[in-house]
């Protein structure tokens, strides 16, 4: 059935032909005119959820369809103890490297992007390699502030297992998915009838890695691409296993993604992280959650270098705004941005409350800039 | 529907303890900086800041005067260096308001121990752009600052035109009912900025596309009495100009993605780095809102131009929605978007 789906259209090289944007359209809306009730599916990654605003994908949807992002930010759901963490070493002089995002995520009273305006020596890199080449420039210390989930973190350990210099080392705020959708799945207030799954995690991890959570809850899951046809393609089968009352993986993503995954991204993976519990910021605590250097790595893992009592606040600069502030909810999929009295008001890019609203993978972010669910009648 | 965005207390150039790259993006912030902390002190009454360049009225003649800043990293860059955007881009900003370009002033910030042979490049660049605008500079000043103090060359330029009687051209004219041209392909420029830094090398060069736009412009009058706006989309993009029209219109406006021209390089490089290309910097493209009934005889007089061969008509102006100048996008899979005005900074001194 899937490849039914996805295999014609999948020559062109761009994946936004219009014909066959409307037939899965038509395909769509036809399933969930049969079924009375509405259909709810969680996406957990920020770039389907750019993906779909970008395009703006709701708007060809049928209102039964309620497609809503999980805790699919990486930045967002990164805890304000890690960006203390971060903090306390750009202020113990080492510089710190890390993605954009992390630049401007609040800690508890700072922001990187605060610290290095007070004269820290922070630097927004591109890719862990990046770091590494500062390292080797550089005589004193640089810490890669590392995050994302189990793609980026790849990327992070083939930098530690490059024989990186002494004075290198690798501050981990990466997170692992496939525990987190367990939890999310069993939350009271959350109703999730089918998870889409990113393609680029299941490129490296393997669709595989989803079966024991489909056994498990009896939700079934389809891994999904990032251009518009990928999403729709796999909203399509995941409506079709929902109306069908079948609780499988399905892999929309053929092109890229297989059953077991890049092995050789795993080994490495796997060689350098475990996994471990950890509190993700708005969620809850997420057991295995936490991917951190293996002790055998622990010469190049930061928190084993640098003293990491987080600095006191020096003034207080605690927002009462951030207590108002919904993000914890909206990452759980219980609320969307619109149930948010700040959005778009007190909280902007430029003035962000929540990390949603900092991050270019934030729902919030994402849902400021493109508009989430934009109807405009022609 | 969001809510209009409305000025919280938190939210503003205020809020900020120190000035931020973003505040030079000219995006959001860099707005924010113009409207809470410049205007008040030092514009009083004058409410020019909506256009590129300001109008004077002197014994009933209308002079338009701009100046602008150049701090581009690097100072040479595939199809233009910061001689030419210093030239062309105040050119341009004359041209906005239907100026036309009568002269330029120049000042020179240089670091101990710039290389003399690359200011003679930017002078020679200079000199050529000057002779293509058809303006001469008039006056000058150099500044020499300790090494390590500025990076390597900065140049501000001031330019005086002449508006011809009758042109009335202004960010707050377009009407519901407008038309949206456009004179060509965008994001060139920026992105060939971002390909000649270091840090990313990209193997296909991508050319600014610097270059003077009056002669477009004078071109475009001539077909047309009801140009309504123009606006150079350089820095935050197509998305910043547009948001500052409906803003300043208090209109909205609607584009068609499929109408609009991006180079497949630049395309690509937008894609693999994740840039809007609606955001990205422009340094020869021009934005015009147009009554509809004229909009064919001046985008044709736009395609018989070589500035404008690519003009396309790219939306419309409509009613404000909820009295919010929305800017939304049509994509080409035939969805609605939001196209907001750049947050905060994309790539630094791009111009």
């Not at chain 1, 009271?188 to 680029?200: Q, S």
């Not at chain 1, 009295?341 to 993978?361: D, I, K, N």
């Not at chain 2, 009295?323 to 900074?345: F, N, S, Y």
Request: charge should be negative; charged fraction near 20%; proline fraction near 5%.
């Amino acid at each position: 059935m899937t490849e039914n789906l996805t295999g014609a259209g999948f020559g062109r090289l761009e994946f936004r032909d219009p014909e066959r944007i409307a037939a899965l359209r038509k395909k769509i809306s036809q399933l969930c005119r049969n079924v009375k009730k509405p259909i709810s599916i969680m996406h957990v990654c920020g770039s389907h959820e750019q993906s779909i605003a970008r395009f703006g994908l709701r708007s060809l949807l049928p209102p039964e369809l309620n497609v809503i992002m999980g805790p699919g930010c990486p930045v967002c759901i990164t805890d304000v103890p890690e960006v203390d963490e971060a903090i306390a070493i750009a202020r113990q002089g080492a510089i710190v490297a890390t993605f954009g995002d992390m630049f401007r995520v609040p800690g508890s009273c700072f922001s990187l992007e605060q610290v290095k305006a007070q004269g820290a020596d922070v630097r927004v890199v591109y890719s862990p390699s990046e770091a590494l080449k500062l390292a080797l420039e550089s005589k004193g210390e640089v810490v890669f502030f590392a995050s994302g989930f189990e793609t980026t973190a790849v990327a992070t350990a083939a930098v530690v297992l490059a024989n990186p210099p002494a004075n290198f080392s690798v501050l981990s705020a990466h997170k692992y998915i496939p525990p987190v959708m367990e939890i999310v799945a069993e939350m009271p207030g959350t109703r999730v009838e089918g998870f889409l799954a990113a393609g680029h995690a299941a490129t490296i991890t393997g669709w595989g890695v989803f079966e024991r959570f489909v056994s498990r809850h009896k939700i079934p899951v389809v891994t999904g691409g990032f251009e518009p046809l990928d999403v729709l393609a796999a909203l399509a089968a995941l409506v079709e296993l929902v109306v069908a009352g079948e609780a499988a993986v399905e892999n929309a993503y053929p092109r890229c993604c297989t059953k077991e995954g890049n092995l050789a991204a795993q080994k490495l993976l796997w060689e350098v992280f475990e996994s471990e519990g950890g509190m993700w910021r708005g969620i809850a605590h997420v057991p295995n959650g936490n991917l951190r250097l293996r002790s055998r790595y622990r010469s190049f893992d930061s928190r084993q270098r640098f003293d990491l009592t987080p600095d006191l606040c020096q003034e207080d600069s605690l927002q009462p705004l951030t207590l108002e502030c919904i993000c914890g909810n909206i990452m759980a999929g219980i609320q969307s941005p619109k149930d948010c009295r700040l959005f778009g008001m007190e909280c902007t890019p430029q003035s962000p409350v929540g990390a949603c609203m900092v991050s270019a993978e934030g729902t919030c972010k994402i849902w400021h800039e493109y508009g989430g669910h934009l109807i405009i009648a022609e | 529907m969001q809510r209009a965005p409305v000025k919280g207390s938190r939210s503003g150039a205020m809020s900020h303890k120190k000035v931020l790259l973003g505040h030079g993006s000219g995006g959001k912030l860099m707005h924010e900086l113009i409207e809470q902390i410049f205007a008040p002190e030092l514009l009083g009454s004058c409410r020019t800041q909506l256009n590129d360049s300001a109008l004077m009225e002197i014994n009933g003649s209308r002079l338009a005067v701009t100046t602008d800043s150049y701090v581009v990293d690097p100072l040479f860059f595939p199809g233009g260096d910061i001689g030419k955007l210093a030239v062309n881009g105040t050119v341009n900003d004359l041209s906005m308001v239907g100026g036309r370009p009568l002269a330029l002033t120049a000042a020179f910030i240089l670091e101990e121990g710039f290389p003399m042979e690359d200011l003679l490049k930017i002078v020679a660049s200079m000199k050529e752009a000057c002779e293509m605008a058809g303006v001469n500079i008039i006056t000058g000043d150099t500044k020499v600052v300790n090494r390590g103090k500025c990076d390597k060359s900065f140049i501000n330029t001031t330019g005086v035109g002449i508006v011809e009687p009758g042109v009335d051209i202004s960010a707050d004219r377009a009407r519901p009912g407008d038309l949206v041209l456009v004179n060509g392909d965008i994001a060139a420029h920026g992105m060939a900025i971002l390909s000649a830094r270091q840090e990313l090398d990209f193997e296909v060069p991508i050319y600014s596309d610097t270059q003077p736009l009056h002669l477009l412009v004078a071109d475009m009058l001539s077909a047309s009495e009801q140009i309504h706006c123009l606006r150079d989309a350089t820095r935050g993009g197509l998305a910043s100009a547009l948001n500052e029209l409906a803003i300043a219109s208090a209109v909205g406006i609607r584009i068609y993605e499929d109408q609009l021209a991006i180079q497949d390089e630049v395309k690509g490089c937008c894609e693999i780095l994740g840039l809007d290309p609606l955001h990205v910097a422009n340094e020869g493209k021009l934005l015009s809102i147009v009554a509809a009934e004229d909009a064919p005889t001046v985008l044709a007089a736009m395609r018989a131009n070589t500035a404008g061969r690519q003009a396309s008509i790219i939306g419309e102006v409509v009613e404000a929605q909820a009295q919010r100048p929305l800017v939304v996008m049509k994509t080409t899979v035939g969805g609605w978007r939001i196209v907001d005005m750049l947050a905060g900074e994309q790539l630094p001194r791009i111009c």
